[in-house]
């Protein structure tokens, strides 16, 4: 049985609760602490929505019990087992919470008193309009509860309705933390001490404002997936219909095409016949301007037929005599060139009289001149001969020398001899050097051949070998040019199984011993001059002369007549990487005897490939059924390797070219020595011939002089009687000129006037012909118009005569194109072209050189288009709509999607800034009450995605020793007693922030040390005892001594056992005086 005390002295009505009937000694009367009870009707004490008065019937361990909490601190105290709880338990139900929610039993029915069938709890809350009183009758057969409000009957939805609208939440246990649930708000999350916060103190609408948010954020993502999955499957759409779309574009296009052909069709005979009216009209207009323009002419002829004839008249007048003067002249002319002739005769004769004088004159001084010469020579030499010493002794000189020259001449025989030896031997030679050129000429022919090939088909590969012939110096080791250039045939008609055998890309492909040699190649040629090159690296160690797994005897039974390998020459490197890459070792290649047995070649020699005269063969074994497969294709012609050259040939002709050359440069020498000897020998010879020569010229020269001398004498004897008297010369000539003279003045004077009259005659002339010319001109002029207008005549008749017959055949043209054009368009005679057409013509072209032309564009465009589906256009149509569909949809969706991040933000921003606000003064109030112990705490809003509201929560982080830092509130890492204290501190912080009516705490103290205890009791009373708080009960079973207490606590004892009164014998008044009777009496005795 519990009662309450207060301040004030009015009574408050008892409590009382019966002992069990199976436990009679389990009750003791209960006692107050404080001094007196508050009356309940001083409202100005409780908040809105406290407890007035708990009423329990048969409810746990009370059979009748009544109480009345204080408005502010209600500590309850009591032994365990008394009963503290279940008044915690019957505020819980009573205010219509879930019995699950206490942690002791499932079903409403256990919290009934053992033994009875029903039972009852009674709260009366506080209310400014009128306290609300409610009641919960249980019935422990049915499990059922029945409710009153008021003492009038009512569903649990109203009186929970009633209850929330008082801010009252028994679930929450920030509100309400009843004995079994003080360790699992140590477990709470972090989000769903959040959630608690908000309902214990926040706003009404705070928690409404997290839930629309959550609720929107949901909506928001499933929006955002919907957006997603939409828009994912609306660009698989639109990626579908865009690899239709061409087609579909070009059916579209075809038809577009097709339509404007038939257009053009038709509209094509209209022009065609506009084409030929208007030439009709043209040709007809022309014809008669033709007519007029013919008539005009024929008019102008006759004036200048008549002009004609008198001009020809006069001219035959003027040409008569022009005839007579001429005639006149020519004699004339006659008579002086006679007498110029005459003239020109005697000049003659003059000049010849002076030229033989002349002659006579140069004779005479040229004898005297030979006389003088002759005797001065003659002097001369009578002088040397006197001069000219003995030359008896002479000749045994001459003879040595003789002799001499004589062994000179052998020797220089016998040199001749050898030089000309040597020489045919050099033209041998050369014969031969040149006959070995040709070949070597011939052999790099067939190598060009090959290289041309390869410049034609691979242009790059054919510069990179340039380079490279110019480069060598650059590489290590060896670097062989591409493959099908040092490959060589051995006979051409193999040439196709190699080029089958071996890929194109490495038959164009550089061979390197030198993985360097090769990087240094492609840098340069691929990287820096961007030539698309292939290069391999030949084995290290060497394929080339490897053996077969077969020998070629054994195979030679199924008409196999080589290896690949021995069909042509290579270096030993390209053989190698041939070989390792392509087993050209291994491959035979057959004749059409091994077709002929092909498949018992494939059965028993098990080659993987071959070849015969045409095919290849490739045999595989399945790696299933261990079947043998082969497949065969027919070979392409070769292309490149047909050009066969003998390298060994030719490199036995170089090195014959070599040693040719050897000999030719020992003849060369020895030409050089013989001719050097010869030109000694020459040398001798022509001194031993110059002394020869002087001997004997001094042994002749005095008879060469006396003869000389007495020849010189006869010359000149000669000369002298040779004279001539040239006075009487010169005076006979002078004497025939003047003769000469006087004849010549005559007849110069008798020219003198033929000329004259030859002068007047040619005046007379030019006169007549300038006349003549004049008349000519003129008549000329009139016969050139006259043939012009004639020629012009001719020609318009003859252009009438045409542009008439082309009017008649425009015409009938003209008639039967209009009845074409009218078939086309299906119109009848009198029918006009439709509108349609007539539309439709406007847009195309008005010529036909441009609608057949557009015609031929137009048709070879739609031959284009082949192979067009109209079931693809259907299927593109029907998904443009879907496409279209889905758009909107998404648009739509996109819409309420903006609509809903609106909404969150505008939310948003009304709950998180008084939430922030919130935590932060739950944090200011909790690190206060933390420090005021020495130790440390911290509340803070956590977030781990702003976006993520369901994610938000609250964190407790606390220190109870200064050597720590600061940890999260867990149910492991803190002990009990610290756990203890840090929710009771963190409900103190509600407390004053607190808008729920009244906070519930049973047994928090178990567990704390006596310090933290007395720490926490302290701050319980200063802050549950502060004007405008909220009620609260703190249920203990125990306290410290000497705590401090407030009057405003209202201290409630619970006692149990077999004396205890009735709750109606329950009178405070009658205690307080029987124990100031004992007090007053004591002293007395």
């Not at 079947?627 to 065969?632: C, G, M, Q, R």
């Amino acid at each position: 049985m519990a009662t309450s005390s207060g301040k004030t002295s009015t009574p408050t009505p008892p409590a009382s609760k019966r002992p069990l009937p199976r436990e009679p000694s389990s009750e003791v009367p209960s006692k107050k602490k404080s001094s007196a009870a508050p009356p309940l009707s001083l409202s100005g004490h409780f908040v809105e929505g406290s407890i007035v008065r708990i009423l329990m019937e048969n409810f746990l361990t009370y059979d009748i019990c009544e109480v009345c909490p204080g408005p502010h601190l209600n500590m309850i105290i009591g032994a365990n087992g008394t009963g503290k709880s279940s008044i915690v338990c019957a505020i819980c139900l009573g205010l219509a919470g879930k019995p699950a929610f206490m942690g002791r039993a499932d079903k409403v029915g256990f919290f009934v008193k053992r033994g009875c069938s029903k039972g009852m709890v009674e709260i009366e809350l506080f209310r400014s309009s009128g306290n609300l009183i409610i009641t919960r009758e249980i019935d422990v057969a049915k499990n059922q509860s029945f409710w009153f409000i008021n003492k009038k009957s009512t569903t649990q939805k109203v009186v929970e309705e009633q209850v929330a609208a008082l801010n009252i939440q028994v679930g929450n246990l920030c509100q309400f933390l009843p004995q079994d649930k003080v360790g699992e708000f140590a477990k709470l999350s972090k989000i769903e001490l959040l959630e608690a916060t908000e309902k214990s103190i926040g706003p009404p609408e705070m928690h409404q404002y997290h839930c629309e948010l959550k609720n929107f954020r949901e909506k928001e993502k499933q929006l955002e997936t919907s957006c997603k999955e939409k828009t994912e499957y609306l660009e698989k759409m639109v990626q579908r219909n865009e690899r239709y779309k061409q087609d579909v574009e070009r059916f579209y296009e075809r038809k577009r095409h097709l339509d404007l052909i038939e257009m053009l069709e038709a509209k094509r005979p209209w022009v065609e016949y506009e084409n030929v009216r208007q030439e009709y009209e043209e040709v007809k207009s022309a014809r008669d301007r033709v007519k007029d323009e013919v008539r005009k002419l024929k008019d102008g002829q006759i004036p200048i037929t008549r002009r004609i004839e008198e001009i020809e008249m006069q001219r035959h007048n003027l040409e008569a005599q022009i005839k007579a003067k001429a005639t006149d002249i020519k004699e004339t002319s006659q008579k002086c060139k006679q007498k110029q002739d005459v003239i020109e005769r005697k000049d003659k004769h003059i000049e010849e009289l002076q030229q033989a004088l002349t002659v006579k004159q140069n004779a005479e001084l040229d004898r005297q001149r030979r006389i003088s010469n002759t005797r001065k020579m003659i002097e001369d030499l009578q002088n040397e001969l006197r001069t000219t010493e003995n030359c008896v002794n002479l000749q045994p000189q001459i003879d040595d020398i003789t002799n001499d020259l004589r062994r000179v001449q052998d020797e220089k025989e016998s040199c001749e001899s050898e030089i000309i030896d040597k020489l045919k031997e050099r033209e041998t030679l050369e014969k031969e050097k040149k006959s070995v050129n040709d070949q070597i000429v011939q052999f790099d022919n067939l190598l060009n051949q090959k290289e041309d090939k390869l410049r034609q088909r691979y242009r790059d590969t054919y510069d990179a070998v340039l380079w490279l012939r110019n480069n060598r110096d650059k590489f290590k080791q060896g670097v062989y040019e591409p493959i099908m250039l040092m490959i060589n045939m051995k006979d051409n008609k193999n040439a196709k199984y190699i080029e089958n055998h071996i890929p194109s890309n490495d038959l164009r492909a550089f061979v390197f011993e030198s993985q360097e040699d090769m990087e240094i190649f492609l840098k340069e040629v691929r990287d820096n001059k961007k030539l698309r090159v292939n290069a391999v690296i030949a084995p290290r160690n060497s394929y080339a002369d490897r053996a077969p797994s077969r020998s070629l005897n054994e195979l030679k039974q199924y008409g196999f007549f080589s290896y690949l390998r021995e069909l042509f020459d290579a270096p030993a490197p390209v053989m190698s990487y041939l070989c390792s890459q392509y087993h050209i070792h291994e491959v035979p290649v057959g004749t059409e005897r091994t077709r002929e047995r092909i498949e018992r070649v494939i059965q028993e020699t098990r080659l993987k490939q071959m070849y015969t005269a045409e095919e290849k063969y490739v045999v595989k074994t399945s790696f299933y059924s261990n079947k043998v497969i082969s497949s065969n294709t027919s070979l392409k012609v070769a292309q490149f390797l047909t050009v066969t050259v003998d390298l060994e040939q030719r490199r036995h002709l170089e090195e014959h070219l070599k040693e040719i050359n050897r000999k030719l440069q020992a003849v060369e020498s020895g030409l050089i020595a013989l001719r050097e000897k010869s030109k000694h020998l020459e040398h001798k010879d022509n001194e031993l011939r110059q002394r020869k020569k002087e001997l004997l010229e001094r042994k002749n020269k005095k008879r060469q002089l006396e003869q000389k001398i007495s020849s010189k004498l006869g010359s000149l004897k000669l000369m002298e009687q040779d004279t001539c008297n040239l006075e009487e010369e010169e005076r006979k000539a002078n004497t025939k000129i003047k003769e000469i003279n006087v004849q010549k003045a005559k007849l110069v004077t008798e020219l003198t006037n033929l000329i004259k009259i030859c002068t007047s005659l040619h005046i007379q002339k030019v006169d007549l012909v300038l006349q003549n010319t004049t008349v000519i001109s003129e008549k000329n002029k009139l016969e050139s118009d006259y043939m012009a207008a004639s020629s012009q005549l001719r020609v318009k008749e003859q252009h009438f005569i045409e542009l008439d017959e082309n009017r008649q055949r425009l015409l009938q043209k003209c008639k039967e194109l209009m009845r074409r054009a009218r078939q086309v368009c299906n119109l009848g005679a009198e029918q006009t072209v439709p509108q349609e057409y007539q539309t439709a013509f406007q847009d195309l072209p008005n010529t036909l050189d441009e609608i057949d032309a557009l015609l031929t564009e137009e048709r070879s465009r739609a031959s284009c288009f082949t192979g067009l589906n109209p079931t693809v256009v259907e299927e593109y149509t029907k998904r443009e709509e879907e496409i279209e569909q889905l758009t909107e949809e998404l648009k739509i969706k996109k819409v309420e999607l903006d609509k809903y991040r609106e909404s969150i933000s505008q939310v948003k921003e009304r709950w998180l800034n008084p939430l922030k606000e919130l935590v932060e003064k739950i944090n200011e109030k909790f690190s206060n009450f933390f420090s005021s112990m020495q130790c440390a705490g911290e509340v803070d809003l956590h977030i781990e995605n702003e976006e993520d509201y369901d994610k938000y929560g609250i964190r407790i982080r606390v220190k109870f020793r200064s050597s720590t830092q600061l940890h999260e509130l867990t149910p492991h890492h803190q002990s009990g007693g610290e756990r203890s204290v840090s929710t009771m501190l963190y409900l103190m912080a509600l407390q004053e922030l607190n808008r729920c009516p009244f906070r519930v705490v049973d047994e928090i103290n178990q567990g704390m040390d006596p310090i933290n205890e007395r720490r926490v009791f302290e701050m319980v009373v200063n802050t549950a005892c502060k004007e405008n708080t909220s009620q609260y009960f703190f249920i203990t079973p125990k306290l410290l001594q000497n705590l401090p207490y407030s009057e405003k606590m209202t201290v409630l004892f619970v006692y149990n056992g077999p004396h205890m009164l009735e709750p109606n014998r329950w009178n405070l008044k009658a205690f307080q005086r029987r124990r100031r009777r004992i007090t007053f009496t004591q002293p007395s005795q």
